[in-house]
């Protein structure tokens, strides 16, 4: 009984043998691109590493006649850039295969070098391919060679070449990026941006972009904190990219994340002590707390980084109207010279502070008008044309 279990397996694996040299051997003989690709497929599972690597290598050879031929012509036709991808595509496979160990446990690759050379070189023409796709509004297929171009820089074929010369890739990686994004594959968008960034001239553009793809499909709650923790480790990666802070800053508010925002707020002061944004953020939080001391404070500082910020100018001027205000209606009895001086004070700052917000944002009555107007009334009384003119200014 033994002795027939291991005659059965003896044919059983002889006929697999004989299967995979078959298989291989009726490939490396056609002629014909699509009929070996497709019994290729079909007998993949039986084949050896050896075997695979010298199929995928039969099928660049096979693309490589016409790529030869219409490269060294003036313009190329669509056929010219399919096999050009097919190349491509089969040479990552093949020495995928070609590194494999063999029977001996050594690394002997038999198609690197032939198909490193004949390849590397020729990789513009795979952004070629992508703009006339582009130009004939055929997004996926800019997108497939223009992201073929990004990933065949850091395919290990190309390992040893020397990628210093290689000006377009970061560029390249963009707009497959924005390609990516048209065909709605937001992970290549991710993968690509990454690249992109990486070019101070496209870092910010590419930013954008990442976060826009990472915001895709937000539709809960648990969307949102998934965002977030993207948006958290591109801070991390990016702590003075003001896109990716305000981005943060706008989630931690609106998902109520009050301790992570104060976090980063700190942080982001350690680096940058007048940050705009953080004083900002801060006078607003404080302003909605009704703690007017504190929101004039930070608002001030807000406005020395940032001047004509007319959003800011009118919180300003609120927060010193309403404190005159209020500090005017604890007087009980004739308010005295000295105090009346005092409160004119604060009217003064706040009435500048609108005043400029006006002259920054004159369509934006709504916004300063009635402020200013009670100021006007506060400073001049009901009479005097200003107050009358602010009067009009906030109806």
Known sequence: MKKTLILALAVLFSATAFAQGDAAKQILKLKDYDQAASMLQANLGSMSAEAKAKCYNKLVDLSWPLIEKEGAAETQSEDFYDALYNAYVNAFECNKFDQ??????????????????????????????GEAARQNNDFPRAYKFWGLYVDSSLDPLFDEVDKSEDKYVTEIAYYAAVMGFQVKDFQGVEKYTDVAMTNPEKANEAMELKLAAASQGIKSHADSVAFVEKVEAAFQ???QSELVFGTLINFYTDLQMDDKLESVL????????????VWNIRGQKAMRQQNLDLAIENFRKALQANPNESQVLTFLGACLLDKASKAEEKIKGRITPEAKKELNKYYEEAKDNLEKAKSLAPNDKSSWGYALYRCYYALYGANDDRTKAAEADSK
């Not at 050594?106 to 952004?127: C, G």
């Not at 700190?266 to 944004?277: A, G, R, T, Y």
């Open 237 to 239: 990666k990016n702590p």
């Open 266 to 277: 700190e942080k982001k002061l350690q680096s940058d002590p007048n940050n705009f944004v």
């Open 100 to 129: 494999q160990p063999n029977d001996k446990g050594q690394v002997k690759p038999k198609f690197y070098t032939k198909n490193r050379d004949r390849l590397y070189n020729i990789r513009p023409f795979l952004i070629n391919g």
